[in-house]
């Protein structure tokens, strides 16, 4: 899901929980190896990169889901950072230090363009959740500065939500907390255990002050989907409760002309791409090196 409403007032206001915010996110950064922070320019304000791996190792561009934020990789960047050169993008309108304002999916794309020509070349573009349909709908922008494509229990891209999973998000689109962010993930990921650094810094991301807006997603068309060459892996959550993985897997096996379709025993939309991240990561090197 993504950051459905700007930032709420409550008793203390912004400060505290802004700073907190900061403390935490460079707590699960911390986590990443020899990471470069950067602020990339583009036309629309600055954009915040994570990198690693070895500069001149073919690019990799990891987009988080809606309500995260670039660090949330942490678990699978080290085995990615290996044999690419990652970079990993807060997104515009999401928690985080991206500070861009883009109004619809063209503007979107057009930021993507510009942040893009840090990498230098055709990239391998990963997306998780909104991310996916981030992903996704950059392919069918520019599909010659895609050289192939995963997309992660990707929501909005080959079909809708779940109407209970759309229910349990209610309180969060309502009144965005630590607790209803808490409450969600618990609902949906069947009450795991979830990475303690992690879960306090998406609780955090919900009562952070709204930095752009987040850009509204209408569902690519069938036609332009038929259309796409860019050789596409999407990896589904066997226990999502977002949306209905069969029926998302099938839509895109029947409009997607060079795709695999994979579904992870362990996982659930909200545990992804933290957990399992051995069997994501096994997948994503396999796929991209293919």
């Known amino acids: ?34 990471v470069e922070v950067r602020d990339v320019s583009s036309s629309y304000g600055t954009a915040r ?27 699978n960047v080290a085995a990615l950072a290996g044999e690419f050169r990652v970079h990993a993008l807060d997104l515009p309108g999401n928690p985080g230090y991206t500070a861009v304002s883009v109004r619809d999916a063209g503007e979107l794309c057009v930021w993507l363009d510009d942040v893009l020509t840090i990498t230098g070349a055709p990239v391998g573009l990963v997306g998780h959740s909104y991310g996916g349909w981030v ?16 997309l992660l229990d990707p929501t909005q891209c080959f079909g809708g939500f779940a109407p209970a999973y759309l229910l349990h998000a209610l309180p969060m689109l309502v009144r965005p907390s630590r607790r209803t962010a808490g409450a969600l ?37 069938a036609d332009r989907l038929r259309a796409l060459r860019v050789p596409t892996l999407v990896l589904l959550a066997a226990q999502s409760r977002a949306h209905d993985v069969d029926k998302i897997g099938a839509t895109a096996r029947r409009l997607l002309p060079q795709v695999t379709t994979t579904i992870l025993s362990g996982a659930t939309h909200h545990t992804l791409p933290m957990h399992p991240a051995a069997e994501v990561d096994r997948a994503l090197l396999s796929f991209l090196h293919a």
């Open 1 to 34: 899901m993504g950051r459905w409403a700007p930032g709420w007032t409550w008793e203390g206001g912004y400060g505290d929980a802004v700073t907190e915010f900061a403390s935490v996110y460079e707590s699960v950064l911390a986590r990443w190896p020899d």
């Open 49 to 75: 990169a994570l990198s690693a791996g070895a500069a001149d190792a073919p690019p990799l561009v990891l987009l988080p889901g809606g309500g995260a934020t670039a660090t949330v990789w942490f678990a």
């Open 135 to 150: 992903a996704l709908t950059y392919a069918l922008h520019a599909p010659d500065r895609v050289r192939r494509l995963a």
């Open 185 to 221: 993930l618990r609902w949906e990921t069947h009450g795991r255990a979830l990475d303690p650094a992690w879960s306090r810094l998406h609780g955090l991301a919900a009562e952070q002050p709204s930095t752009g807006k987040l850009v509204s997603r209408p569902r690519p068309a």
